[in-house]
């Protein structure tokens, strides 16, 4: 069956082989093989889960057979790119939203490139995708166990890591500006402005925990400050005392401090500011809430005396049957 882990973990890397054996970095043909072989990577970490989630849905389930080794399919449908990386998105804490957007990003210059007669890559030098297209490489390594060495030659995975730390010192630089700009500001201003701003912070806080924020301390101002992510994992869920608590990992992506205005928009940033690392949601349902039931103090009672009258008639003319 094709859609196993190892033969698509293959031909990734014989796309990259390709991609690196050609002249130049600019070349038209590097970026095609490369974003051929991130598709393909992309698969083959689908596949370590199960070749399943690489079945296209379709409502005679051939496709899903096929990937179960249960159909005859001869062509099967697999899952279009972008949902191969949407899908990994959701299902790996270490691909980040960066990482998505910089699979779209290719995978859209690989489109234009085959399918109109724009210089696609051309027009998208490597200065502007690569950093980026090896940090989703790394991540997607990362979600197997596997390591860029792997994926690469011993000299391209160097050259990409030597990359990834100098592109994490200079976002580092400039998160710390950040938060030392906007410590300066909120500083000078006067203590009653500055006062008002912790309270205000403080009962915004308060409103946004229960619209699905996390409260957290402000890097710059050490006011009340939210933070918003995207949930990951399997869901922790407990019951007792007349109710259900879930608990549901988060990984970070968004930062906003209200009092100072300091706004981080990744997870990258959130993490060179300190303020990485994953956090639990807890969210409490009481058992009609969780069930999804009715509480029949709450049905209109004319619908309950039409169900009535309906099950009557009905019952009646079963009896003159």
Known sequence: MTWERDPLWAKARLFFERALSCESRNDLEFGLWCSFGLEFLARSALASISPTLL???????????????????????????????????KLFPEFLDEDLKACLALTNRRNKELHSGADAFGEYQTNQWLVGFYHACDALCKAMGESLANLFD???????????KSEHKDLKKRVHRAIATHKKVFEDKAKEERQGLKQAAEERGKVLAFQRHHRVSC??????????????????????????????????????????????????????????????????????????LIDPDDIPPEIIESYVQEYLENLKEYDNE
């Open 154 to 164: 011993e000299e391209e995975a160097g050259v990409a890591t030597e990359m990834l």
């Open 219 to 292: 890097p710059a101002c050490g006011c009340v400050a939210t933070i918003q992510g995207k949930p990951f994992g399997k869901q922790q869920v407990r019951h007792g005392d007349g109710e259900i608590v879930v608990r549901q990992p988060v990984s970070p992506s968004t930062f906003s401090c209200d009092a100072c205005g300091l706004k981080f928009k990744s997870y990258a940033e959130l993490s060179a500011a300190g303020l990485g690392g994953h956090y639990t949601r807890k969210t409490t349902y009481s058992p009609e809430e969780y069930y999804g």
């Open 55 to 89: 079945a296209d849905p379709d409502k005679d389930h051939k496709n899903l057979l096929y990937a179960l080794n249960r159909g005859s399919e001869e062509n099967p449908k697999s899952l279009a790119a972008t949902h191969v990386f949407f899908l990994c998105g």
